[in-house]
């Protein structure tokens, strides 16, 4: 299939699943109206009822772009890691992001922050990320290299750590560890267009600076002899790409909770249908993920007679597909 066709079909099934998934819900809106009342807003008229208008605009339209957003980051990021770790198994949270920011999160819910309103578990998350990123790279900083193993080990060590952090937080809580666990679950209830422009930023940084390096990320994967003797400086550009990705993860994490495996599975799925050129990978990823994230939001928020987190979805679809390509991994190895 030429790559071409792919990025176009994808493009047109995420618009559409967008707008299919804006219309479904309690209060139930056709495609077409939904179709309407974007277009309008875009060209700042007035179309439908005010009900409606709030319904698509105000609550569905937020909630539903900002998991496809962080859908969209979070495999661009898989894509990034598995290239610099040279690790299939390699996702944005095997660095020790994710525990960060549910460490950060679950102190900001214990203390009962409210100083930044809504903002403030977001921030903490955020932060908590970013701590826990220094950390890794401080740890694995020592051969001076930041080979992909280093780096690893690092972030296990890390993620360890904060685990049994986030473990002390919730037994420290009591009657809000409810509210902890169901954060540690990952959730786009209540999403807001602050959370869409943020989220946006990150990924389009992210997006930006893959692309970039799309062609290096290839020669690194003959190796670290093979790419310096082709003058790529590894360490530089890996720490740099790490930093980038991870601060994307980190946004992304901060608004929607706990996510995981969507930068593990699409990176692969992709593989099997265009190749392992990074430029191309990169780019597809990011249309994929969002609408694999999409179709989770969707499924949990207007499918199923309760709402599940969606990070629940997506352990398990993504829990199989890891031991899939594990042990497709051992039996290449053996």
């Known amino acids: 299939?030429?790559?071409?066709?792919?990025?176009?079909?994808?493009?047109?099934?995420?618009?559409?699943?967008?707008?299919?998934?804006?219309?479904?819900?309690?209060?139930?809106?056709?495609?077409?109206?939904?179709?309407?009342?974007?277009?309008?807003?875009?060209?700042?008229?007035?179309?439908?009822?005010?009900?409606?208008?709030?319904?698509?605009?105000?609550?569905?339209?937020?909630?539903?772009?900002?998991?496809?957003?962080?859908?969209?980051?979070?495999?661009?990021?898989?894509?990034?890691?598995?290239?610099?770790?040279?690790?299939?198994?390699?996702?944005?949270?095997?660095?020790?992001?994710?525990?960060?920011?549910?460490?950060?999160?679950?102190?900001?819910?214990?203390?009962?922050?409210?100083?930044?309103?809504?903002?403030?578990?977001?921030?903490?998350?955020?932060?908590?990320?970013?701590?826990?990123?220094?950390?890794?790279?401080?740890?694995?900083?020592?051969?001076?290299?930041?080979?992909?193993?280093?780096?690893?080990?690092?972030?296990?060590?890390?993620?360890?750590?904060?685990?049994?952090?986030i473990g002390l937080v919730k037994y420290l809580a009591d009657e809000q560890v409810s509210v902890i666990i169901f954060w540690l679950m990952g959730s786009f209830a209540a999403r807001t267009w602050t959370d869409v422009g943020l989220v946006l930023a990150a990924g389009l940084l992210t997006l930006g600076l893959g692309l970039y390096h799309g062609r290096d990320l290839n020669v690194m994967a003959l190796g670290e002899r093979g790419a310096t003797s082709l003058g790529l400086d590894t360490a530089r550009l890996r720490k740099r790409l790490l930093i980038v990705a991870s601060l994307g993860t980190a946004v992304s994490v901060s608004v929607s909770g706990i996510i995981g495996f969507v930068g593990l599975i699409v990176p692969h799925l992709l593989r099997l249908l265009i190749g392992p050129d990074n430029r191309k990978l990169i780019p597809a990823a990011g249309l994929m993920g969002a609408i694999l994230l999409l179709l989770a939001d969707t499924i949990s928020r207007a499918m199923l007679s309760r709402e599940v987190p969606v990070g629940v979805l997506t352990a398990l679809i993504g829990g199989p597909f890891f031991c899939l390509i594990f042990r497709k991994k051992l039996g290449r190895g053996a």
Do not use: C, K
């Not at 790559?3 to 299919?20: C, D, E, P």
């Open 1 to 165: 299939m030429p790559f071409s066709l792919l990025l176009a079909g994808l493009g047109a099934l995420l618009v559409a699943g967008l707008v299919l998934s804006a219309g479904l819900g309690y209060i139930a809106i056709p495609a077409r109206e939904v179709l309407a009342i974007i277009l309008a807003r875009l060209g700042h008229v007035v179309a439908g009822d005010a009900v409606t208008r709030a319904v698509v605009l105000d609550v569905r339209l937020p909630r539903i772009l900002t998991a496809a957003l962080v859908g969209g980051n979070l495999a661009v990021a898989g894509v990034i890691f598995q290239a610099i770790l040279l690790n299939p198994l390699a996702d944005p949270y095997t660095l020790g992001v994710s525990s960060g920011a549910a460490f950060g999160a679950s102190l900001a819910l214990l203390a009962n922050l409210a100083w930044l309103g809504s903002l403030s578990v977001p921030l903490a998350a955020f932060v908590g990320a970013l701590l826990a990123v220094l950390a890794v790279l401080g740890l694995a900083g020592g051969d001076r290299s930041y080979a992909g193993n280093s780096l690893i080990l690092a972030g296990v060590i890390v993620a360890a750590i904060l685990s049994a952090g």
